[in-house]
């Protein structure tokens, strides 16, 4: 494989009805291509590699089978979306996939019709197919028609609550819908993939006119020697899924398990599931992540995640580090806390790697818990944990604590236990998107009585909040903390606890004073060097705490300046909302104080480098120095000077 491999079928391809005009053997070519141009892509950009290599034949399938898109393929997560979007007339652009102005690394419906439903976090499909389905029947319309409605949906989707909520509502209704489990985790050993196989043929045979009943039958029409062992690998597989016949009692016709990357079991299963599904069915298709490309099978991620490498060797391509990451600094934190306090634990959502969590579990593997993609869950379990008498870390992503936000209200903060939030990927991600942006969780966080909130402004300032989470049992506590390098800062051997609620001045001006939360303290510096060079003097202050602030702190810079500029990398009504609170509170603006409050737009910002959507969202020094000039009423002649 190369970066431009031979594909002369895939040439021939510019929308999935060309895949109509193919026969079988050639689908099975076009497989082959597809995953080779697939490599030679994501080699170039980076991006999402393993989840779309595991599902390069069941997209074939999908799109040689149905009629997208007025059938609704719907990919949860959407990550593995890549060979979809090479299929659906983006080849063309599928190398600037993730970069700005690009393709989008996961399915986005402003970008394609076969993109019917945007995604980016998991356990979404069923719930969205089962209103398509609905809504066909109902006689809603859209662009592209009204067809079937199938959900992609991998294994570890598929343990959020959820999918299982949607599972239970689908089979209540009773509606054709169709959901293929996407099972990369499970390995079959030879005898009881061939059973299984054979189970699969029978499904797909023209006798069975009614596939629930097909289901339920096939194995009564095996030879009497091999009937017994088949009724014990049917169920053997479906209880390692989700445990027993669960997804029959939800009221779903079961088929399979069969082998996601043979066409010659795919194809017949789905067109007979096209032809003669009345209700809900859940095809379940064995995967395996990475599958074809040797340096993504063997590696332990299966190639989640990649940075721009070599095809030959599979080698990756990431700049030297100068700093250490930020993630990496709260793991080690943690884990040296954890070994002086058998107190400390920690929870997780199905991200132990991202969190860096890992590293914790390596040396305290019975204290660290990764409960699945079920981050209501995880929230209410830290809250017991602490109720139970111990110190628990709730570390999630920003973007997916969204998800756990009532358990934190009605769990956490009302009972006012001692959680410590430790909110990874704060502020714009890069080329995750708006999906992954962490931009709500200052102002969702803030907003809760006894709540406190930290931010780091560097490496070292997290390493010194996470000892102060440690230490703090008096109510819940959280500390934000970006994706990525830190500043490179010099690093203290061990964390200090900081005083509650206490910011820290770091430049002293006389004119305007900047007032960072946060990893803006950076850009902010920098401001004031551009401020100082035009003969503004500006006092710079790091907040630390967005709750409780820092009134003394806040009222001395907002009356010995003629103007206070708050920076944050969060929404509307975060930390700059509670400093205007407090400001108007105080009667401070009577006396002419002119205050402004720099905040991530109220708009959703596309992928780029962090840089160039930082620079977009009004966030970088230059436009930290615009805002100062234009709130000091220099004129535009003095700015330009």
Not at 29 to 58: D, K, N, P, W, Y
Not at 279 to 302: F, N
Not at 356 to 382: N, S, W, Y
Request: glycine share 10%; net charge negative.
């Amino acid at each position: 494989m190369t970066a431009s491999p031979d594909t002369p079928l895939l040439d021939r391809v510019s929308a999935p009805a060309d895949l109509k005009r193919m026969s079988d053997a050639e689908l099975e070519q076009l497989a082959h291509e597809l995953r080779a141009e697939t490599i030679a892509a994501v080699s170039q950009t980076g991006g999402h590699l393993g989840a779309g290599l595991g599902v390069v034949e069941l997209t074939v399938a999908l799109h040689a089978v149905f009629d997208t898109p007025r059938d609704k393929l719907i990919w949860d997560v959407s990550h593995q979306a890549y060979p979809h979007k090479i299929l659906t007339g983006r080849r063309d652009r599928i190398r600037t996939i993730r970069q700005q102005g690009g393709l989008s690394g996961f399915t986005k419906r402003s970008e394609s019709p076969y993109d019917c439903f945007g995604a980016g976090h998991s356990s979404t499909s069923i719930s969205a197919a089962l209103g398509f389905a609905v809504a066909r029947d109902l006689g809603g319309t859209t662009d592209t028609g009204a067809g079937d409605a199938i959900a992609v949906i991998g294994d570890g989707a598929m343990s959020a609550g959820m999918a299982f909520e949607a599972m239970n509502n689908a089979g209540h209704l009773g509606k054709r819908l169709i959901v293929i489990l996407n099972d990369n985790e499970m390995s079959i050993a030879a005898p009881t993939g061939a059973m299984s196989s054979y189970l699969s043929r029978l499904y797909a045979e023209a006798p069975f006119q009614d596939l629930k009943v097909a289901a339920k039958g096939a194995v009564a029409l095996l030879p009497p020697p091999l009937r017994e062992g088949a009724k014990r690998a049917k169920e053997m597989i479906k209880g390692m899924a989700v445990g027993g016949t669960l997804f029959e009692e939800l009221g779903f016709s079961y088929l399979g398990p069969i082998d996601g990357h043979d066409l010659h079991q795919l194809l017949p299963v789905l067109r007979t599931v096209r032809d003669r599904a009345t209700g809900p069915i859940l095809i379940h298709a064995l995967t395996k992540k990475g599958k074809g490309y040797a340096p993504a099978e063997g590696s332990a991620d299966r190639g989640h995640a990649r940075a721009k490498f070599d095809v030959s060797t599979g080698e990756q391509k990431k700049a030297p580090s100068n700093a250490p990451s930020y993630t990496s600094v709260f793991a080690k934190e943690l884990t040296r806390l954890a070994e002086v306090d058998p107190r400390i634990c920690a929870v997780t959502a199905a991200m132990p790697d991202g969190t860096g969590l890992d590293l914790m579990a390596e040396r305290f593997p019975a204290r660290v818990f990764d409960v699945g993609i079920a981050e209501q869950h995880g929230v209410t379990f830290a809250a017991g944990l602490a109720a139970g008498g111990l110190r628990p870390f709730c570390a999630m992503y920003s973007t997916f604590l969204q998800r756990g936000y009532d358990q934190v209200v009605h769990d956490v903060a009302i009972q006012r236990l001692p959680v410590r939030f430790a909110i990874d990927r704060a502020g714009l991600v890069g080329a995750d998107g708006a999906t992954h942006a962490g931009a709500y969780d200052i102002a969702f966080m803030t907003n809760l009585p006894g709540m406190v909130v930290m931010a780091a402004a560097d490496e070292a300032e997290l390493k010194h909040m996470v000892a102060t989470a440690a230490a703090y049992d008096s109510g819940p506590i959280a500390f934000r903390y970006p994706r990525g390098e830190g500043r490179g800062v010099d690093m203290p051997e061990q964390g200090e606890i900081l005083e509650i609620g206490r910011g820290r001045l770091i430049r002293q001006g006389a004119r305007v004073a900047l007032l960072s939360f946060g990893t803006r303290l950076g850009e902010t510096l920098a401001a004031a060097e551009r401020l100082d060079a035009r003969g503004i003097a500006a006092t710079v202050a790091d907040a630390r705490f967005a709750k409780p602030l820092d009134r003394d702190l806040i009222l001395r810079l907002a009356t010995t300046h003629e103007a206070l500029v708050t920076i944050e990398e969060g929404a509307i009504g975060g930390f700059g909302s509670h400093v205007a609170q407090l400001l108007a509170d105080e009667g401070i603006f009577d006396h002419g104080l002119k205050f402004r409050s720099m905040v991530l737009p109220d708009s959703f910002i596309d992928h780029a480098s962090p840089d160039a959507m930082y620079a977009a969202a009004g966030l970088d020094a230059a436009r930290i120095e615009e805002k100062v000039l234009t709130t000091l009423g220099v004129d535009l002649i003095s700015r330009k000077a």
